[in-house]
């Protein structure tokens, strides 16, 4: 059986990365092609109470290391009991969100050295990797902008201008290090246009 291909979706808030997602595995699947739509963090029972203490509001707060560690343990859970077999079984996965945003938001945000970073990237990934990364680049003004229009925000989203600006750059070095495997697409234009774009580009993967 055919490996399935594992498509991720990164970039900062307000991007529209889960609407994205979503019109993408409707994409693949009208075409005939099996497709798992999961997220990071989450995407199994156990990474979802995780998330659950990721994105809290704890008296004590959550400094870098712990916010970083609780990811990658979620991250665990959810290759072992949604990815992998998917993969495994020909599904396409699209995720929203995986190991780029460790570097983009753990690293560049919060100030983590990325080897400490690889490191738990090699111990809980091993060889795997995405086979494509659709990165939505916006302008972090703009991306607050839409936060404010949907409600509903998180912890993250309420970061700073200067910590949003990090990230956005985090993804942009990273794409250009790997222009192989990344896809950097402009996420302030109409969503058709978006999900056209996405389309595609994993349209053109084997």
Known sequence: ???????????????GKSTQARRLRDHLEAGGRRARLTREPGGSPLAEAIR??????????????????????????????TIRPALADGID????????????????GRGIAPDRIAALEQLVLGDLRPDVVLVLDIDPELGVRRI????????????????????????????????ERYRVVDASRDVDVVAADLAAIVGALR
């Open 1 to 15: 059986m055919t490996r399935g291909r594992f498509i991720v979706l990164e970039g900062g808030e307000g991007g």
């Open 52 to 81: 659950e203490l990721v994105l809290g509001s704890w008296p004590e707060g959550i400094d870098a290391t712990t916010e970083l560690l609780l990811i990658f343990a979620a991250r665990a859970a959810h290759l072992h009991a």
């Open 93 to 108: 996965v699209i995720c929203d969100r995986f190991v780029d945003a460790s570097y983009a938001y753990q690293g560049a």
């Open 148 to 179: 404010a229009e949907r409600g509903g925000n998180n912890r993250f989203d309420a970061e700073s201008m200067a910590f949003m600006q990090r990230v956005r750059n985090a993804y942009r070095a990273r794409a250009a290090a790997a222009p």
